[in-house]
């Protein structure tokens, strides 16, 4: 079963920044509505850092350069706040890498999807990341297996499926990324430690 | 007055506009409210797409602010542009399955917080925790069902089934062989108007002829059974749980009052319902707004109705002045033989309502909080 998808924001750490006006003034009411807790900033005045906040909204109208929350590029879920549809204003929704949007002016529809699909979308995202990541570090694994798997062929005389397929289930049994097993075969030592293990053939 | 008398949910729409009409009578006689209501009425005969214009009708031709009416969420959803542009206010009267708050409309009837939640808490108190959901196929059907999926999980219990049919579907016999063969403690419905009524009475005529008891042994439950519907009901109408804020049998003054200007006038539309009530209570609400700011325009009619309370028949209602919802109690009733409902709970007062259940979510929070999403080395 697919997990079930965040519905309810109750707690979780709002930073809005927007110029005082109808607009922030009615984002912060229905946030705190949901169960939000809202701190606002004006354009210019710094945020502070982003361990602070879970979800930032941010007017894509004005220059919030000096504001943005420290180390939050990647970190939490953001919302775009948009009036003006000019695309130089729009190219820094992009670059900001917005989760969802709410168009100005700000009415009590609208924000609640916002939120769901902005928290949403920004865990998926965070799981893809997770996911190349751990390809990524597979990928740069594959040349070490390749180069085990010569070696034990060419040290015991066997074929390449049968030293694949011992050094697979070696890394079963020690509960090893194949890859590990491999850089420590050839005395590089797996990822997290020195190379412990001495070099046998007692799977084989 | 912006009602359905005609049409596919009918039965309720005339109860509604019956509701309205007698508070109507008592807020034009009553000498402690300076102040005239004049009716004017179109009917959009349960069509969805006939919503909007009859809404521009109103606000347009008839240059009215204040409007009572809607039933289904879909109709809702249609008219709201319309109030918005044309800055008026949508009196709403009906439960609903939450999740809106509008600046340009007062909700009267129950918040998913007020119904859902205390009949799921009920059903797991009383009846266990394997329950099967038949529905509408529409929105009202699905939050229900997502909301009592979530409360029964949370408590280890299951959902044993769900099935969406038509609004209008009665070729309902496989689904009940299927419910009777599986037996789940309780069945959850969120059926609507004919669908539902034939529902009741196969699933009635099956549990018979396997010797089971159908309303003690395998109850059916919903949000939105009301003494309205019972007569079409026939001789499956009793036993079936049911969760309101108002009931015809709830023992009051106020109601005692209502029920028997009610039954004089509009017996024939069966006892009073919660729809009609949610109504009566609206437009008693409006009166008290428009003296309160002596004004009958949008904005200060709103901010006037912010916080404001009226002893209704169901017990005092008292508008919430962030989200334009009412504070209620909320009930658990079964219906009866003749056309009532006996109350088996009620909640010790009235509730806040939570249209986003931010604070009374059936299931514990589905996530603590962002924090354990820090990035994993």
């Given at each position: 079963m697919k997990p079930a998808i965040a519905t309810n924001f109750r707690g979780w750490r709002a930073v809005v920044i927007h110029r005082p006006d109808e607009n922030r003034q009615r984002l912060a009411e229905v946030l705190a509505r949901l169960g939000l807790e809202v701190r606002l900033f004006d354009p210019g005045e710094p945020a502070g850092a982003?361990?602070?906040?879970?979800l930032i909204l941010f007017d894509?109208?004005?220059?919030?350069d000096g504001t943005w929350p420290a180390g939050a590029d990647t970190d939490v879920p953001v919302i775009a706040v948009i009036g003006n549809e000019a695309p130089s204003r729009l190219a820094r929704v992009v670059c900001r890498r917005c989760d969802s949007h709410i168009l100005k002016p700000?009415?009590?529809?609208?924000i609640f999807p916002a939120v769901l699909l902005a928290v949403n979308g920004h865990q998926q995202r965070r799981r893809t990341e997770r996911e190349i990541g751990t390809l990524r570090q597979r990928l740069a694994g594959r040349r070490m297996v390749m180069k085990a798997v010569l070696r034990l062929m060419a040290e015991l005389e066997i074929d390449e499926e049968t030293a694949y397929e011992g050094l697979r289930r070696e890394a079963m049994d020690r509960r090893l990324p194949i890859e590990d097993l491999a850089r420590e075969r050839l005395g590089g030592g797996p990822e997290e430690g020195p190379s412990a293990g001495p070099r046998t053939s007692r799977n084989v | 007055m912006l009602f359905s008398e005609t049409g596919s949910y009918s039965a309720v729409g005339a109860s509604m506009r019956a509701g309205a009409a007698l508070a109507l009578e008592e807020v034009n006689a009553?000498?402690?409210?300076p102040l005239r209501l004049e009716p004017v009425s179109v009917d959009p005969?349960?069509?969805?797409?006939a919503y909007a214009d009859a809404a521009r009708h109103l606000l347009v031709?008839?240059?009215?602010?204040h409007v009572f009416g809607c039933y289904t969420s879909s109709s809702r959803k249609e008219v709201l542009p319309v109030f918005d542009k044309h800055d008026a206010l949508l009196w709403y009267p009906s439960h609903y399955e939450g999740f809106e708050t509008s600046e340009n409309v007062i909700y009267t009837g129950a918040a998913p917080n007020q119904h859902i939640i205390p009949l799921a808490r009920h059903l797991l108190a009383n009846h266990g925790s394997r329950g099967w959901c038949v529905g509408s196929n529409y929105v009202w059907a699905w939050e229900n069902n997502r909301i009592l999926r979530e409360a029964l999980t949370a408590a280890?219990?299951?959902?044993?089934g769900e099935r969406y049919f038509p609004?209008?579907?009665?070729?309902l016999q496989d689904l009940v062989a299927q419910i009777v063969e599986e037996r789940p403690d309780f069945i959850f419905t969120t059926l609507i108007g004919v669908s539902g009524y034939e529902f009741l009475r196969l699933l009635r005529r099956a549990s018979a002829r396997i010797g089971l008891d159908q309303a003690a042994g395998m109850p059916v439950a919903s949000c939105s059974l009301s003494e309205a519907e019972?007569?079409?009901?026939?001789?499956?109408?009793?036993?079936h749980l049911s969760s309101s804020v108002?009931?015809?049998?709830?023992?009051?003054p106020e109601n005692a009052r209502f029920t028997a200007r009610w039954d004089a006038r509009y017996g024939r539309l069966g006892r009073a319902c919660a729809d009609a009530e949610a109504a009566y209570v609206a437009v008693h609400l409006l009166a008290r707004a428009v003296v309160r700011a002596a004004d009958t325009g949008l904005t200060a009619v709103r901010e006037a109705a912010r916080g404001l309370h009226f002893q209704a028949p169901q017990g005092l209602v008292t508008i919430d002045?962030?989200?334009?919802h009412c504070a209620m109690r909320p009930r658990i009733g079964r219906s009866t033989r003749d056309g009532t409902f006996d109350l088996l709970f009620e909640e010790s007062g009235p509730v806040q309502p939570d249209p986003y259940l931010v604070w009374s979510s059936g299931a514990p929070l589905a996530r603590p909080g962002p924090a354990h999403l820090r990035l994993v080395p």
């Open positions: 982003a361990e602070d906040c879970d894509a109208d004005d220059a919030i700000v009415r009590s529809s609208g | 009553d000498p402690d409210l005969g349960g069509v969805t797409a031709d008839h240059g009215i602010t280890g219990g299951v959902v044993m609004v209008g579907d009665t070729d019972l007569p079409f009901i026939g001789d499956a109408a009793d036993g108002y009931f015809s049998t709830i023992r009051s002045p962030e989200n334009l």
